[in-house]
C-alpha cells in the first residue's frame, strides 16, 4: 500500500506538471500571452525583419529615393584606443604619443592588452570626449569609462564637417530601420484590409458608461 501511494503521489505530481495550464489559471494567461507573443514575433521576423534584411536592392533603391536625409553630423576620423589595465594604457599613450604614425605597428605589438577601433565617428558618439577640441593629430589623455570598467584615448587623423553624404553602406543601419518601418506599415495595412475590424457599436457604447 505504501508503494501503491507514493506511485499515485508520482503520478499526481506527473499529471499537474504537464497539465499545469488546467489547473493554474495565472500560468495558463502567462503561456498565452507566451504563446502569442512567439507568433507574432516569427511573422514579423519573416514578413518584415528577414525580408529587409535580405532583399537588398529594395534597401539600395530606398536610399536612392531617400538619400538626403543620411547625412554625417560633425564628425572626424580617428582611433580609439582602449585597455582595462590603467597602467599598461597610460603607458601605451605615452608610447603613441612619441610615434603616433606608427599607431598600428605599436598596437600589435601590445599583444592584445590593447583593442584599437579606427572609423569615422560622429561627435555624439564620443561623450566622454565630448568637451575636448578633437582636432587633427590630437591624441587626448586616457579617460575611464565606468559603462564597460575601459580606459581610453583617440587619436584624431582627421576632422569632417557636418551635413556631408553618407554612402549606401555608412547609411545602411539607418535605411535598414527606415526600410522595415515601410514593411511593417505596408503589412499592417494588408492585414487590415484581408481582416477587417468591425466594431460592435452597441457593445461599445457599454464598456464606456
Do not use: C
Amino acid at each position: 500500500s505504501q508503494v501503491f501511494s507514493q506511485f499515485m503521489q508520482g503520478k499526481i505530481l506527473e499529471e499537474y506538471q504537464q497539465n499545469l495550464e488546467k489547473y493554474n489559471p495565472t500560468f495558463a494567461r502567462q503561456l498565452n500571452e507566451f504563446r502569442d507573443g512567439n507568433m507574432i514575433f516569427e511573422a514579423m521576423q519573416a514578413n518584415i525583419w528577414d525580408k529587409a534584411v535580405n532583399d537588398e536592392q529594395g534597401l539600395k533603391n530606398y536610399y536612392e529615393k531617400h538619400k538626403d536625409k543620411y547625412t554625417w553630423k560633425e564628425s572626424v576620423i580617428a582611433v580609439i584606443f582602449n585597455g582595462l589595465d590603467s597602467t599598461v594604457v597610460n603607458n601605451f599613450y605615452n608610447t603613441i604619443k612619441g610615434n603616433p604614425i606608427e599607431w598600428r605597428s605599436i598596437t600589435e605589438k601590445s599583444k592584445e592588452l590593447i583593442q584599437a577601433d579606427s572609423g569615422r565617428f560622429e561627435i555624439d558618439q564620443l561623450p566622454a570626449f565630448g568637451n575636448m577640441k578633437l582636432k587633427a593629430g590630437t591624441i587626448t589623455a586616457p579617460v575611464f569609462r565606468a559603462e564597460d570598467l575601459t580606459h581610453n584615448f583617440i587619436y584624431v587623423l582627421h576632422n569632417m564637417p557636418a551635413n556631408l553624404p553618407r554612402t549606401f553602406e555608412e547609411a545602411k543601419g539607418f535605411v535598414l530601420n527606415d526600410y522595415q518601418a515601410v514593411l511593417e506599415e505596408a503589412w499592417i495595412a494588408s492585414l487590415k484590409k484581408k481582416y477587417p475590424v468591425k466594431v460592435n457599436t452597441q457593445v461599445l457604447k457599454t464598456l464606456n458608461r
